[in-house]
């Protein structure tokens, strides 16, 4: 056998305890980079200070739930005329679901579902996502996708099918001044940390992957002058898309 160098072993024994005083965990590094993350994604608002009623839109109070159980708080403003399905036949007009952007919460949203209906007579669904509004949870992308298909499966349910449905997203969804990815919108706005951004967080939204699995009609709204998201941001992500697609500037 041979002999053990003491001062070698010593000298390991020094760089691993300087490894762990100075260099956190991995598990720890993670959570500290989700967190900010999270913070710089996501702005949440509870206070809901409008509701369809406050622009003479009737609305329907709808409670409901992610795959997860987590508690989601939504509002059906009912279209005009013989748009409504029935449980003999299905609605014969379109119905909205509305997904917001990362701030605020579903009662910023309302000028917009009062636009839909009076100029086109629609029937809209707003919800406001976990963490947002009247929501219970915490906002996550895994879970923000579970609330997305359980607003969507709720539609459904009251008699849209597919070809009936218009999914309107804006900003985290997927029409109205899109993005890329969360790292894109970082080297934006956040230079100087937006490599922590790959590295530890599960926030990345990575839109230019996901669009390109998209088996509908796209349309893309871009502002000229967005100072949030870039149009060349939206315009990349719209270069992913198949057909049949449009692009249209504001």
Same mark, same amino acid.
Request: charged fraction near 20%; proline fraction near 6%; aromatic fraction near 10%.
């Given at each position: 056998?041979?002999?053990?160098?003491?001062?070698?072993?010593?000298?390991?024994?020094? %760089?691993?305890?300087?490894?762990?005083?100075?260099?956190?965990p991995r598990r720890l590094i993670d959570r500290v980079v989700s967190t900010l993350v999270r913070k710089l994604v996501y702005f949440p608002s509870r206070s809901v200070a409008f509701d369809p009623?406050?622009?003479?839109?009737?609305?329907?109070?709808?409670?409901?739930?992610?795959?997860?159980?987590?508690?989601?708080?939504?509002?059906?403003?009912?279209?005009?005329?013989?748009?409504?399905?029935? #449980?003999?036949?299905?609605?014969? #007009?379109?119905? %909205?679901?509305?997904?917001?952007?990362?701030?605020?919460?579903?009662?910023?949203?309302?000028?917009?579902?009062?636009?839909?209906?009076?100029?086109?007579?629609?029937?809209?669904?707003?919800?406001?996502? @976990?963490?947002?509004?009247?929501?219970?949870?915490?906002?996550?992308?895994?879970?923000?996708?579970?609330?997305?298909?359980?607003?969507?499966?709720?539609?459904?349910? @009251?008699?849209?099918?597919?070809?009936?449905?218009?999914?309107?997203?804006?900003?985290?969804?997927?029409?109205?001044?899109?993005?890329? #990815? %969360?790292?894109?919108?970082?080297?934006?706005?956040?230079?100087?940390?937006?490599?922590?951004?790959?590295?530890?967080?599960?926030?990345?939204?990575?839109?230019?992957?996901?669009?390109?699995?998209?088996?509908?009609?796209?349309?893309?709204?871009?502002?000229?002058?967005?100072?949030? %998201?870039?149009?060349?941001?939206?315009?990349?992500?719209?270069?992913?898309?198949?057909?049949?697609?449009?692009?249209?500037?504001?």
């Open positions: 056998m041979k002999e053990i160098n003491v001062g070698f072993v010593l000298a390991v024994a020094l %760089v691993a305890l300087l490894a762990v005083l100075l260099v956190p009623a406050s622009l003479g839109l009737e609305f329907e109070e709808v409670l409901f739930a992610s795959a997860d159980n987590t508690a989601l708080h939504g509002w059906w403003v009912p279209g005009r005329g013989s748009g409504e399905p029935s #449980s003999e036949e299905p609605g014969t #007009s379109p119905a %909205v679901v509305l997904f917001h952007g990362n701030g605020g919460d579903i009662g910023d949203r309302v000028d917009l579902a009062a636009q839909l209906h009076r100029r086109l007579g629609l029937g809209i669904f707003l919800f406001d996502y @976990r963490g947002y509004g009247k929501s219970s949870g915490t906002p996550r992308e895994a879970g923000l996708y579970d609330d997305g298909e359980a607003a969507v499966s709720l539609v459904r349910k @009251r008699g849209w099918a597919d070809g009936g449905l218009i999914l309107w997203g804006r900003s985290l969804g997927v029409l109205d001044s899109p993005f890329t #990815s %969360v790292p894109a919108m970082g080297r934006t706005h956040y230079p100087l940390i937006a490599p922590l951004m790959y590295f530890g967080s599960s926030e990345l939204y990575e839109n230019s992957e996901k669009i390109t699995h998209l088996d509908a009609p796209l349309l893309v709204i871009h502002g000229t002058h967005d100072r949030i %998201v870039p149009q060349k941001i939206g315009r990349e992500l719209f270069d992913h898309a198949n057909e049949p697609k449009r692009w249209l500037e504001i």
